[in-house]
């Protein structure tokens, strides 16, 4: 047994253990009994050291009469003993008398299981946190474990891996705990005292089996692991407490004849036999998960008529409902006298209520002027609700209720068509020199990169810090590769540099290969898995170094950023960094758009608002990229909105969420309606619109900037706290605009020009709230 370790002596051993522990079930039990109760005795007597309950298996083969009346005294003595053996049992005398009297107080005894052979079974619940057994174990260095071969004989299925390489052979109940991935023993290996202690991990019912874990990845056990029914104890034959032969282990007939057909067949030495035996067992486990399968399937039919047929009912029973409303209202109205057309009574659908809380007044025929005047309308009038109550949600955004009325407040700012920007390409050249003269005036923007636009572009010169190690001996270049592609294989951090670089360094080459990011491990762990790795590696020291924090888009780059480090080269579009090369055009409509959201957002602050604003528009068409997938915008589209949470006392009034609900609520009236939504609520899109707002937006607005598709945004003023776009390189901020788990990237801008030093004062708002 060897539990969670030892992954590489597994294989060889997988093939040997399952039919020897078979042949074992069938010639040893009895020696292997005799061996545990000898144990057991010492223990008993002190020898151990311990004073916790061990399990005692009877020696030899008693008749079956003994057996049953030593049981029928051992139950008793348990019972009076209660079920109290959890690990802060007292140490009075009288509990060391009972424990005399009573030396297996747990009732625990072996079972052979059809599967897993034989196992550790209790006769009386056992709390958790009990302490089961501290079992002595007999060590052996690796060495001499693998030196002695003990993998090859029974005894490779029994050792436990212990500290330093070297294994342990656990004594006691120790070596017959089967293993289970929900295990109820947890166990603890005590390198002084050359113990295992095992202690339950949940409470155990009674003629439950007492299964550890080997491993918690099956893959490296060498049996594959019987079906995990910890209770199952049907069929099962008694070790120990009532005569066993070995004709009552169904264990036994079935893989020794197995084994011994294969041997009559195919008259190979053992390996052979083993190798086959376990191609047996493998084919049984693959038919068993067949069965399992087309199990699974009949229960998943079985689900599906259940199903069915409760929708079949649960449609008859509404129907049934609807029927009894009908007649319920019929004889309403005959009561009331009137004419009992049930198909004339106009009652809203969704709320039923028991028809004795209904009454029913006449209406005027004239407000639905396409009916006929000769008859009476009715409605049926609910009893009043409480009031402040609401009685209807919100119309949808793209619907004739929201047109007309709503039972929402009435909105400050109505959805209305704003100007447009009032921008001429002179004007930026005004500036420009205005600027220039006054050294303040309009500038440029900056491009705020998300994490995954740093990831691409390779246009900065950064330089990340790795674990390298440096010989100039070429033999060596095999060795430290390996270990470089076994310490980060694939990792997405170092996927653009080369692993390798040699340099010619005075007269020398000197040879460097990076083996991970310098946060990655200490100097020691390295050293450690360079040591267990290859001796020749324990010579070298690694040294961190600077690389290139990313690949080449560029062949300038290239150039540069090889000089350091070989580094990938994928060409492609770099993220520029500034609006330092737009047309003076672009720039000139942007710095407008930027003063409008700041005159806005002084506007707000006069009304007495939260002083930020947003003006969103589409691009005039002379911008419009040139590229593959551009969806043009709406043209002439165009809003602008500001906080309104103290006006109308509403959390969710930020300035963004506004300007969102101003574009979809003008998508929905003319002359915008002529495109219908694809789905409800569609009207929110943005797509190809721009943003302009006056402050970094808060995540919340940034995430609907997202689900709204926007095409990008520019800002004023950054947040210190909570903003959704600006992301450090060190890790801060969320740089929700262009990530890579997110589904849709927009280009976010920051204003680098001159704010009037009065404006931006005005505009400050504290850092701790949310816009
Ligand atoms: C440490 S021994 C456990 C006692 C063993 N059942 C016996 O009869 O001696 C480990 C062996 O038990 C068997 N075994 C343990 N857990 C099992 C499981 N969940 N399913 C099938 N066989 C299991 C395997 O043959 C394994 O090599």
């Not at 006449?362 to 402040?388: A, D, F, I, Q, W």
């Not at 758009?593 to 506007?603: E, K, P, S, T, W």
Request: one cysteine or more.
């Amino acid at each position: 047994m060897q539990p969670d370790h030892n992954a590489s002596s597994t294989s060889n051993r997988r093939s040997s253990s399952s039919s020897s522990s078979s042949r074992r079930s069938s010639t040893s039990t009895f020696d292997d009994r005799e061996l545990v109760s000898e144990i057991g005795k010492l223990r008993l007597a002190g020898a151990g050291g311990s004073r916790e309950h061990t399990a005692v298996i009877p020696k030899g083969r008693s008749s079956s009469s003994s057996t049953s009346k030593r049981r029928g005294r051992r139950a008793k003595e348990v019972e009076s003993n209660s079920q109290s053996q959890s690990v802060s049992e007292s140490d009075s005398d009288e509990d060391e008398l009972s424990h005399r009297l009573n030396p297996n107080p747990l009732r625990l005894h072996l079972l052979s299981h059809p599967e897993r052979g034989r196992g550790v079974f209790t006769g009386s619940p056992i709390p958790a946190g009990t302490i089961i057994e501290e079992a002595p174990v007999l060590l052996f260095s690796r060495e001499e474990y693998e030196e002695k071969k003990l993998d090859d004989t029974v005894l490779g299925s029994y050792v436990f891996n212990w500290s330093n390489g070297a294994m342990a052979i656990g004594l006691g109940m120790a070596s017959f705990f089967n293993h289970s991935s929900r295990p109820n023993v947890t166990f603890i290996r005590n390198t002084p005292s050359s113990t295992i202690r095992f202690i339950t991990c949940r409470r155990v019912e009674a003629d439950e089996e007492l299964c550890i874990c080997y491993t918690p990845d099956e893959t490296k056990l060498w049996f594959i692991p019987a079906a995990d029914d910890t209770k199952s104890l049907a069929g099962l034959t008694l070790h120990g407490i009532e005569s066993s032969s070995e004709e009552d282990s169904p264990l036994i007939p079935i893989v020794k004849i197995a084994v011994d057909d294969l041997i009559a067949e195919n008259g190979h030495g053992e390996q052979s036999v083993k190798r086959q035996a376990r191609e047996k067992r493998l084919e049984l486990a693959k038919q068993k998960e067949k069965e399992r399968e087309s199990g699974l399937k009949d229960k998943l039919n079985t689900r599906i008529e259940a199903y069915h047929e409760a929708e079949k009912k649960r449609h008859d029973e509404e129907q049934q409902q609807e029927q009894d409303e009908r007649e319920g209202r019929a004889l309403a109205l005959q009561l009331n006298g009137v004419g009992g057309e049930e198909s004339e009574i106009r009652a809203p659908k969704p709320l039923r209520l028991a028809s004795s809380t209904l009454s029913l007044r006449e209406t005027s025929r004239s407000s639905t002027p396409t009916s006929s005047s000769s008859t009476p309308m009715y409605e049926v009038n609910y009893p009043p609700l409480p009031e402040g109550m609401i009685t209807s949600l919100p119309a949808p955004l793209h619907s004739e209720g929201h047109k007309s009325k709503t039972n929402r407040k009435s909105r400050e700012q109505p959805a209305e068509l704003t100007a447009d920007l009032d921008w001429t390409e002179e004007d930026w050249e005004g500036t420009r020199a205005k600027a220039k003269e006054d050294e303040g005036g309009w500038g440029e923007v900056l491009r705020v990169k998300g994490p995954a636009e740093r990831e691409n572009d390779g246009d900065d010169d950064d330089l990340m810090e790795v674990w390298a190690l440096e010989f100039t001996d070429p033999k060596m270049t095999r060795v430290a590769l390996n270990l470089s592609k076994e310490i980060s294989p694939s990792d997405e951090r170092l996927r653009h540099l080369k692993r390798v670089c040699r340099r010619n360094e005075n007269g020398q080459e000197t040879c460097r290969i990076a083996l991970c990011p310098l946060s990655d491990h200490s100097i020691e762990e390295l050293q450690a898995l360079m040591t267990d790795f290859s001796p020749l590696l324990s010579e070298l020291t690694p040294i961190p170094f600077n690389v290139p924090a990313s690949g080449a888009r560029t062949q300038e780059q290239l150039r540069r950023k090889h000089h350091i480090w070989p580094i990938s080269f994928s060409p492609g579009p770099v993220v520029p960094s500034s609006s330092a090369l737009w047309p003076v055009a672009r720039k000139a409509w942007v710095s407008s758009g930027i003063r409008r959201v700041l005159d806005l957002a002084l506007q707000a602050k006069r009304k007495g608002e939260i002083p930020v604003a947003t003006y969103c528009t589409s691009q005039p068409s002379i911008f419009w990229p040139n590229t593959d997938g551009f969806i043009p915008p709406t043209t002439n589209l165009r809003a602008d909105s500001y906080d309104t949470r103290l006006s109308e006392s509403h959390p969710l009034r930020h300035a963004t969420l506004n300007c969102v609900a101003s574009i979809a609520h003008l998508r929905t009236v003319p002359p915008f309606t002529d495109v219908p939504p694809t789905r409800n609520g569609a009207d929110y899109l943005l797509t190809s619109l721009t943003l302009f707002i006056s402050h970094e937006p808060c995540v919340m607005c940034s995430m609907a900037l997202l689900h709204s598709r926007v095409k990008e945004v520019f800002y004023v003023f950054p947040r210190k706290n909570g903003g959704g776009f600006e992301n450090t390189k060190e890790g801060g901020g969320f740089g929700i605009h262009a990530r890579r788990d997110l589904n849709h990237r927009f280009e976010v801008w920051k204003w680098d020009g001159e704010v009037d030093e009065q404006v931006r004062k005005e505009l400050e708002i504290p850092d701790d709230l949310q816009l």
